[in-house]
């Protein structure tokens, strides 16, 4: 493809992010190039714009990738140029002791060293993307999925599910999810899919809330109207829930999650956090109450990814409605604008190529 | 209650049960006495029945039991006459070392040794029932369940659901299930609540398939239509199963459920086998494919019933609609005879008091 | 026994602790009473004395009683008055919900609610001990172990063992261990118990640190001579430990724990914290690196204690050494003067009848 | 290194090995060519030889290599020529479903998919040996470890200590292991490393029972002697063990370890069966006793060696010993004659270049 260029969204600054022409990169020997079809705006993207997670000025952001591939490494087997793929936002190199010990996120044995799309090298809210490792990492997409319906499959459902799953949700669990964004709507999804008998969740958005039920709440509280710890207290008569999901990343709804464990009780974090979190004594049962605490970064690799879109294939969720809006990869910053400033109900925006 | 009797069903000699009077029990300390307002007939009722299961005659059998606390031993504390309970068909003590290292089924040590009603002890099937280790056992019921919805909890919903869950069915999983009976029936379900994204069945009776789609399977399968095995390759496209659950009991269905599981699955076995089984080294993979085989008797105790009466109450399953017949206990010899010959599509008989 | 009267050590008010004469209690049904033939004081004793965990004044303190079956409740079957027995810190009743569930040391849903001993009923500090829920709790003790073999059973191995249990120690991880008083020694033990490649524990007493190595360490660091989470991070070339596990119960041990903790690796905590944890956000990773931080309390129950006699009993660990010092009951102030100012290189203090 | 040869041992025809001259191959892009330092002869290589097992003739046999890096394919980094390196019998890719998700010896989700040494592709019996997927499998052997200290770590030692693992075992377990050859040697070893409390192994051989003796066994039964099953039933007082490992791979030992497992207890097979298992219903109480039996592949891949290379380092086992006799590869017909025919006392052979 010679000197071809193509259109990528950088970071440049805090608070400035840059549409430029870029060069297609060329794919080493375990490499693929993907030409993307669809991708989307996380909201660990608008933390990037923010200057609130540091990255490389320069780099390509976005890490949601729907794609065609275009060329691959010479190393690489058993696919075809052409062929529809989705690609995890954690892209493990399989190959590693952390990924060969199962830890496949913190690949290297680095903190989230298995996240490297638009964190560590250029990302995917750009034309083409080089996608590193791609036998591990590459994953055929069904005919009968359209991508806006795989588009979830990266870091949202990923994510969320992954909420239900390290919390060990048990059949006839009751489960409390904190924040009802993106990601914690797929945690509900995923605690219903994991045998949860209740599920209460949490927010102070109704249009949220009305999702919330569609995917699987059985209860929800606007905590604008009422104080969510107690709400949930009286509502499992002081029990306190098995497990508690804090889907929104700040030291409230950690503490809040705390405050509903009951004894014995997990909770499963997958918010990212910009600051410290106090942990009170008594919601620690100073220690002695059989905790356990629990932090998760999106899994990823392509065996992932086949599980998703299986479970999306077979109709166990119906995500493609978190797709609210649609723009041109031309119109990115606008609907950096819509999004990062959570207008109109926005929940999640596909982009693709002008 | 001085020297009043009660009807019970005991056996009497292989092929022969009668309905008859004894005398109604008296709690000891720790048991608590129960008029049974509702009841059931189990497979294993009938394995009894034939003599294919031995018991002394003169037992009561039976082990499925709602009903009323009548009489409390003086050390059962936190229950009062009148309410109205659940008790599973295991009844764990909770205080041996198997129950408190988790492995209550097996109570004492013993082989099946939480298996005492209708078993080692006078079962259900009567007007009053004596409930051992009452404080672990009996399991209120809430107002709004009838007893006819919490009438599969006891042994039906309990042993299917620990299909799926000694299974360990993650989301994403491909699981078989052979036999849609209803313990079948209810693996199903309780594959479908642990996030299988494709469940298979396999049965000869189409109201039991029709039914198997209702409870959460994707494709049912007629073995008297097609072979069960080729056809489970061919959907998986020679795959395999994650999971294969074994929901009869015969040599046959388990070397199936082997001849479909993938390099590394979970063969979870719910059947009672009234004969040896033969495992072909090829099925076995000359003991090199990394598989489990795993076999599960009811999980009981109170814990249980509650956790399955919530999945019951917040609506994640319809089984109530396993009542497919319904008898007082002074018919119950002919619901023995529907039952044990299957007659009129019976899936479930629900036995009252006269 | 009438109105016979006993020596007990109770708890008068903060700073305070007294040996009072006390009725001999009457068990009942489902209770035994034993006489203690030797006991020790744990550390939690001592934050008891001084007001740090508060009890109810009055009450007789002490949780780690081995003894002889001196009457046994109405209901209780299985023993016989003579036995000789060990019965953990935590006894759970093994029929609530929670028991029944695994979470025996939350007994009743309720925070620490299997710790009764010494904290809501009266403890083993005394010549005669009530035992609730004799059944699940009275584990009876080979003839050829001594009172002195078997008196870390009830909490200081059972408890210690529950950080490598807890941290699910895997063949060839690595460990550290923080704090080598009694409980750290014996997590040091389970973790080489469960296939620890290399362990590295941090004390800044010598004598703990000589013992650490007999029991299992391969390592161990004076963090008054260098700083632990600099010399763990070398002696691990920055890859950090699978597992830290926590024995103080300090805000500063915590962190430490966090801090050289490989991402994707697992803190368990044991101590009894005072006061709030802060969690610094850098060693939390943001949330993203899939770490588990875990408590446990003390595991309790007849099973665990035979499971714990059996290691003793075979020779896998050697911690009848950890007794250091002999007191009669009537001179136990002496030994809480001693013990509680860690004087003498006190480790554990054994103490008998009069 | 143009068209020169390698010395390499074939399988010919059943009953027919041969040492042949064949080219030294080159290293694709994601493979190493190692030079073969020491190697050794397992069971399953006698297996093959008699034809018990199918290989492809002309296939170099053997899957235990400890060698030096000769060269590195285009696209492996993070090795240089010349480091010395031990690579698992099994060598998973990392990359394909089956990896990501774990079950890594399935590699491609094909029945021992990750074995391919000897078995599919040629093997370590040879001067040279390529090694596929090189970045997953080269395991770095620490300079202060000699060739034969890590000799066992490819497959006896991985394998046994799998036995263990599979098996779950706990601190205070008590495990039998059936056959004391060098797997089964190890698998007590492991079971050593696991907790168990009490260990009793089964062979008929007086020099392996000695050697179980050291590696960890408390009793060993020679079954010459006496009926294993009913001993080891004696020995437990009735209660049978906890875990039960089958090292040998006859439908006898697989059996006897069923007959000796407590209800809800758990088989872990290690042995390579030849023929079809009979399971008596008996021995499987009907289906009803909540027994587990699995079954394990070596497990394979750089990290594994590391961890067992750590348990060496660390002097957690004494494998060394198990080199009983060392012969050049020119030789190794006379070691497949001594260790085929278990001459000698021999335990394992070391096999180095002349």
Known sequence: MGNRTMKALIFSA?????????????????????????????????????????????????????????ELGTAVTGYTVGQRVVVGAITPCGQCGSCLEGIQAQCGGKPMGGWRFGNTIDGAQAEFLLVPNAMANLALVPDQLSDEEVLMCPDIMSTGFSGAESG????????????????????T??????????????????NRLRMSREVGADITINFKEKDPVQAIMDITRGRGVDVAIEALGTEGTFQSCMRVLKPGGTLSSLGVY????????SAFYAGLGDQTLITTLCPGGKERMR?????????????KSMVTHR?????????????????DGVLKVAITPD
Not at 60 to 67: A, K, L, Q, R, S
Not at 179 to 187: D, E, F, V
């Open 14 to 70: 805090p608070g400035k992010i840059e549409l430029v022409e870029k060069p297609i990169p060329r794919p080493g020997p375990t490499d693929a190039l993907i030409r993307i079809t669809t991708t989307t705006i996380c909201g660990t993207d608008v933390h990037i714009l923010k200057g609130e997670y540091p990255v490389k000025p320069g780099l390509t952001i976005g890490h949601e990738p729907v794609g065609v591939i275009e």
């Open 168 to 187: 060990k949700i048990k059949i006839g669990d009751t489960v409390a999810v904190f924040a009802q964004g993106p990601i914690g709507l797929c945690a």
């Open 189 to 206: 999804a995923g605690a219903r899919l994991s045998g949860a008998s209740l599920i209460i969740t949490v927010d102070n958005l109704e």
């Open 274 to 281: 910009s600051g410290d979190i106090h942990i009170p004594v």
């Open 307 to 319: 599980r998703l879109m299986e479970i999306i294939g077979h109709g166990r969720v119906a995500l």
């Open 327 to 343: 723009y041109k990869l031309s119109q990115i910053l606008e609907a950096y604008d819509l999004f990062g400033n959570q207008r």
